[in-house]
């Protein structure tokens, strides 16, 4: 519900209440919730679960307009609140469970007979926002936003619940102006701009130290020890001064049209995210589960540019358009003691070392790992490889990959390892194209990236009924047969060609792909005397191909390594995903 009152000439105040709430109840044989709020699994029920979640918001603003002469205002003040909860209780097994209430049904540790209730804690999250803005302009040439805002989250410490996030932003339209009388540019604006937004997106209860009764038993009575009670343990290792990850960002650009069919814009920009929230993995000799901090500085700086054409020539419409935009990401600190944010174990194969982390002067998620060296040709290659200690791979035979040591101290160890790709792009780019004549309509969208590589990992080391690509014909198969793909060896062999990470895995991920391909016609053409305003009869080819070297099935199907350490920085990952697929469509849109 809402309510909107004029308070006097120019200022209005509005205010917005919502609250949703709803109950849902997945049940096999008989109910398990009644109104005493008792949860009952009796002996007929083998498995229920009941969720309980509500969400309410309320939203307040007053807005000032004016103007005054050549100046024009407007001033925006307001508050928003929200809170949003989840419950869940379930019971499996037969004998009778009963928990008292919701709030007491979090602790998996409730047993009668064979039954057995468990819950899930409500995750509630609120936040709470006070903020203004002020829009002004002269005359249409001078145009300035400002705006503060001040957020506070349950997820963070009391200590550190509130940040205030301000920016500003300046216009100029250059057009607009007197001195300004060149035909050839339709419209000029310069823009400058500047400001700080903050980011909550981590799970609840990272703050606080909690409790989890996941896979914990104990054994205690009976004759021979083996009843088995649940009992909880620390959850996770709490950090009290999470804070509150901040983006600072300037911009500069300006949006030009020109020769009345082209429009070009320009931007651009130095992002620096500060703070940045990020879950830190523990060595399991912890015992407990790893801890979000606030791990360090990332900055992302680059320009965007957008160039397009619109004509008609006869009875013909088109345009054509398209943008590009460079990139560069670059980790400035990383607040750990080693400064190293570390990846997972095991990810490729379960004999693969960590290949991926975040360090300081590096993009987030680079591969870590050896430079390749070629492949030894006979044995007189393996002899010769050596340094101050004797031979640098002892046990390679010929076909074996050549490991480069890249300090030149003839031992193969991590000291070795170095950057050996990024999965961030430092180019994305789009092409637009459409037409349309005498009711029919057609469109084409181009998009791509490049200056980026993706691990092909599908063929894990202890797999070895996995498919090869095509790429493996090109393997050694003697002297002089292949300077860049091994020998094929069952298992983890003893010069470890693909136990190691190295190059071998990292494989250019540039691509370029038909994104879509629409094409229409209106048969309303056809029925002029059928009381309808179009009938469109359409065709649409999504993901119709891909330019690309890469031998995976998908450039783009590299994944943030979740299941394994539970991040959200990790990607270019290619571990046999379900690829993005081709869609053919065929429909039929009328508007009467």
Same mark, same amino acid.
């Given at each position: 519900?809402?309510?909107?009152?004029?308070?006097?000439?120019?200022?209005?105040?509005?205010?917005?209440?919502?609250?949703?709430?709803?109950?849902?109840?997945?049940?096999?044989?008989?109910?398990?919730?009644?109104?005493?709020?008792?949860?009952?699994?009796?002996?007929?029920?083998?498995?229920?679960?009941?969720?309980?979640?509500?969400?309410?918001?309320?939203?307040?603003?007053?807005?000032?307009?004016?103007?005054?002469?050549?100046?024009?205002?407007?001033?925006?003040?307001?508050?928003?609140?929200?809170?949003?909860?989840?419950?869940?209780?379930?019971?499996?097994?037969?004998?009778?469970?009963?928990?008292?209430?919701?709030?007491?049904?979090?602790?998996?540790?409730?047993?009668?007979?064979?039954?057995?209730?468990?819950?899930?804690?409500?995750?509630?999250?609120?936040?709470?926002?006070?903020?203004?803005?002020?829009?002004?302009?002269?005359?249409?040439?001078?145009?300035?936003?400002?705006?503060?805002?001040?957020?506070?989250?349950?997820?963070?410490?009391?200590?550190?619940?509130?940040?205030?996030?301000?920016?500003?932003?300046?216009?100029?339209?250059?057009?607009?102006?007197?001195?300004?009388?060149?035909?050839?540019?339709?419209?000029?604006?310069?823009?400058?701009?500047?400001?700080?937004?903050?980011?909550?997106?981590?799970?609840?209860?990272?703050?606080?130290?909690? #409790? &989890?009764? *996941?896979?914990?038993?104990?054994?205690?009575? @009976? !004759?021979? $020890?083996?009843?088995? =009670? /649940?009992?909880?343990?620390?959850?996770?290792?709490?950090?009290?001064?999470?804070?509150?990850?901040?983006?600072?960002?300037?911009?500069?650009?300006?949006?030009?049209?020109?020769?009345?069919?082209?429009?070009?814009?320009?931007?651009?920009?130095?992002?620096?995210?500060?703070?940045?929230?990020?879950?830190?993995?523990?060595?399991?000799?912890?015992?407990?589960?790893?801890?979000?901090?606030?791990?360090?500085?990332?900055?992302?700086?680059?320009?965007?540019?957008?160039?397009?054409?619109?004509?008609?020539?006869?009875?013909?419409?088109?345009?054509?358009?398209?943008?590009?935009?460079?990139?560069?990401?670059?980790? #400035? &600190?990383? *607040?750990?003691?080693?400064?190293?944010?570390? @990846? !997972?174990? $095991?990810?490729?194969? =379960? /004999?693969?070392?960590?290949?991926?982390?975040?360090?300081?002067?590096?993009?987030?998620?680079?591969?870590?790992?050896?430079?390749?060296?070629?492949?030894?040709?006979?044995?007189?290659?393996?002899?010769?490889?050596?340094?101050?200690?004797?031979?640098?791979?002892?046990?390679?035979?010929?076909?074996?990959?050549?490991?480069?040591?890249?300090?030149?101290?003839?031992?193969?160890?991590?000291?070795?390892?170095?950057?050996?790709?990024?999965?961030?792009?430092?180019?994305?780019?789009?092409?637009?194209?459409?037409?349309?004549?005498?009711?029919?309509?057609?469109?084409?969208?181009?998009?791509?990236?490049?200056?980026?590589?993706?691990?092909?990992?599908?063929?894990?080391?202890?797999?070895?009924?996995? $498919?090869?690509?095509?790429?493996?014909?090109?393997?050694?198969?003697?002297?002089?047969?292949?300077?860049?793909?091994?020998?094929?060896?069952?298992?983890?062999?003893?010069?470890?060609?693909?136990?190691?990470?190295?190059?071998?895995?990292?494989?250019?991920?540039?691509?370029?792909?038909?994104?879509?391909?629409?094409?229409?016609?209106?048969?309303?053409?056809?029925?002029?005397?059928?009381?309808?305003?179009?009938?469109?009869?359409?065709?649409?080819?999504?993901?119709?191909?891909?330019?690309?070297?890469?031998?995976?099935?998908?450039?783009?199907?590299?994944?943030?390594?979740?299941?394994?350490?539970?991040?959200?920085?990790?990607?270019?990952?290619?571990?046999?995903?379900?690829?993005?697929?081709?869609?053919?469509?065929?429909?039929?849109?009328?508007?009467?």
């Amino acid at each position: 519900m809402y309510g909107e009152v004029a308070i006097v000439k120019g200022l209005k105040f509005r205010s917005d209440f919502g609250v949703d709430l709803s109950y849902n109840t997945y049940q096999k044989f008989t109910p398990i919730y009644n109104l005493s709020s008792t949860f009952v699994n009796s002996s007929t029920i083998a498995a229920q679960e009941m969720y309980k979640n509500y969400t309410w918001n309320w939203d307040n603003t007053l807005n000032y307009t004016n103007t005054f002469g050549l100046h024009n205002v407007n001033v925006v003040v307001g508050t928003s609140a929200r809170e949003y909860s989840l419950f869940n209780v379930k019971g499996s097994g037969t004998g009778i469970t009963t928990i008292a209430d919701f709030d007491h049904a979090i602790l998996s540790n409730i047993t009668q007979g064979t039954a057995k209730a468990s819950g899930t804690a409500g995750s509630p999250y609120a936040l709470n926002s006070y903020f203004g803005r002020i829009n002004y302009n002269y005359n249409e040439k001078y145009l300035l936003t400002a705006i503060v805002r001040q957020d506070g989250s349950s997820r963070f410490g009391a200590n550190n619940r509130w940040a205030t996030f301000p920016s500003v932003s300046v216009g100029w339209v250059v057009t607009n102006e007197n001195f300004f009388k060149t035909k050839a540019i339709n419209f000029l604006k310069v823009r400058a701009g500047w400001g700080r937004n903050g980011n909550d997106r981590i799970p609840d209860f990272k703050a606080l130290s909690t #409790l &989890t009764t *996941a896979n914990l038993g104990y054994y205690f009575g @009976g !004759a021979s $020890n083996t009843v088995i =009670s /649940t009992g909880a343990a620390p959850g996770l290792i709490p950090n009290p001064d999470l804070k509150w990850e901040t983006s600072e960002q300037t911009d500069i650009g300006f949006d030009m049209t020109f020769l009345k069919h082209f429009s070009f814009n320009f931007d651009y920009y130095n992002k620096k995210t500060k703070d940045w929230l990020v879950q830190v993995p523990v060595p399991d000799l912890v015992g407990t589960g790893a801890p979000f901090i606030n791990g360090g500085d990332v900055v992302n700086k680059g320009v965007e540019l957008a160039l397009n054409y619109q004509n008609k020539i006869g009875e013909v419409t088109f345009s054509v358009g398209g943008n590009i935009a460079f990139n560069k990401n670059n980790v #400035l &600190t990383v *607040a750990t003691a080693d400064g190293i944010i570390h @990846g !997972a174990n $095991n990810v490729l194969s =379960s /004999t693969t070392p960590e290949f991926y982390r975040i360090q300081a002067g590096h993009p987030i998620g680079y591969f870590w790992g050896y430079k390749t060296a070629g492949i030894f040709q006979n044995e007189k290659e393996v002899a010769d490889y050596t340094g101050k200690n004797g031979l640098i791979q002892p046990n390679a035979k010929p076909g074996d990959v050549r490991f480069a040591d890249i300090n030149k101290d003839g031992v193969l160890d991590d000291k070795d390892k170095t950057q050996i790709g990024s999965p961030i792009p430092t180019n994305t780019y789009g092409v637009n194209l459409s037409a349309a004549y005498k009711g029919f309509d057609l469109s084409i969208q181009l998009s791509g990236a490049g200056g980026y590589q993706v691990v092909d990992g599908v063929r894990a080391t202890d797999a070895f009924y996995s $498919n090869y690509s095509t790429e493996i014909l090109n393997r050694w198969t003697g002297e002089g047969s292949s300077s860049k793909l091994p020998r094929v060896t069952m298992g983890d062999e003893l010069n470890k060609n693909w136990g190691n990470f190295s190059d071998l895995y990292v494989h250019n991920a540039s691509f370029m792909r038909v994104k879509s391909i629409n094409l229409g016609y209106d048969l309303k053409r056809l029925m002029k005397n059928v009381p309808m305003q179009q009938c469109r009869l359409y065709v649409s080819v999504l993901n119709l191909y891909t330019f690309t070297h890469y031998y995976g099935i998908d450039p783009e199907i590299g994944y943030g390594n979740t299941e394994s350490d539970n991040n959200t920085w990790s990607s270019g990952i290619d571990i046999g995903r379900y690829p993005t697929p081709r869609t053919i469509l065929v429909g039929l849109n009328v508007r009467l």
